[in-house]
């Protein structure tokens, strides 16, 4: 009959193993009880933009800005809507109201 020198090793291995299964995962964090996106997340107030519509600045919205996902999100604008801005698609989209989470932080993030 032959015995692991060390038992401990089967353990590490399985550990090991779970932690494979954990960067899918990682993305996925809950923010009361939904999804928060996997790259559009962790956007702050900024204060260097100005948002003009039709010639207008909007002095009422408010301009956040996340280095992870490059891109900007603009609430309370006249426009009724978020809007998230992403530069690098060129891309403008509409959002629903419910699909924008604020953090304790004062940060925001997209559902």
């Known amino acids: 009959m032959t015995q692991c020198a060390r038992p401990w090793t089967a353990t590490l291995l399985l550990m090991a193993g779970l932690l494979l299964l954990l960067p899918p995962l990682t993305g996925l964090v809950a923010a009361d009880d939904k999804l928060i996106h996997e790259t559009l997340r962790e956007f ?3 204060g260097k933009y100005v948002l003009y519509i039709d010639g207008q600045a909007e002095t009422k919205a408010r301009i956040y800005h996340s280095r992870r996902a490059g891109a900007f999100l603009v609430l309370d604008s006249s426009y009724g809507k978020p809007l998230l801005i992403q530069p690098r698609e060129t891309m403008i989209s509409a959002l629903p109201e419910d699909q924008v989470a ?10």
Do not use: H, N
């Open 44 to 46: 702050y107030r900024s």
């Open 102 to 111: 604020e953090r304790p932080d004062k940060g925001v993030d997209v559902l």
